[in-house]
């Protein structure tokens, strides 16, 4: 597993978020900390177009959990809201226990590498590295990589 404490992933803003107000929302709890430079990854800005894209970045954002529940309040005044959240990794198990108490609110929790096993109705792995000796990224897969972002996708147009 790859280590997320460099210092300099706690720099810049905890959330970013792209996308129109009110359009489905895929809330990415990203571990590793990308999108450092107040946009969200280039390989997510095309979706933004039809879907609202908030980025939480774990190492800028101390207090993540209370944040995440922030943005999924957030979205309980909305007459019919469409919330998926993306995560990966060592904070898979804590991103389940804070979605199953949204369960009314978040359609889907999709996992890139958990570390946990997935036994949730409205979750699922949708990547999983092999963790193989030629492999160029060692688990988990950056959560803006693109075998990600057409893997979520996939898995929202599966919803639709």
Do not use: C, Y
């Not at 190492?59 to 979205?75: I, K, M, N």
């Not at 949730?120 to 590295?129: C, E, L, N, W, Y």
């Amino acid at each position: 597993m790859r280590d997320f404490d460099e210092p300099s992933r706690a720099a810049g803003p905890g959330v970013v978020a792209d996308g129109p107000a009110g359009a489905p929302t895929v809330l990415v709890i990203d571990p590793a900390g990308e999108a450092l430079h107040n946009e969200i990854p280039a390989t997510w800005r095309d979706l933004t177009d039809r879907l609202r894209v908030v980025w939480l970045r774990v190492p800028a954002a101390p207090g993540w959990q209370s944040t995440v529940d922030t943005v999924l309040t957030r979205h309980s005044d909305e007459e019919h809201p469409v919330l998926d959240v993306v995560s990966s990794g060592p904070i898979a198990a804590e991103v389940l226990d804070l979605a199953r108490q949204h369960e009314d609110l978040v359609r889907s929790v999709l996992l890139v590498d958990p570390e946990v096993e997935v036994d949730d109705p409205f979750a699922r792995t949708i990547v999983r590295s092999h963790n193989a000796e030629d492999d160029r990224i060692p688990p988990p897969l950056p959560l803006g990589h693109p075998d990600v972002v057409f893997n979520v996708v996939k898995a929202l147009n599966e919803h639709s």
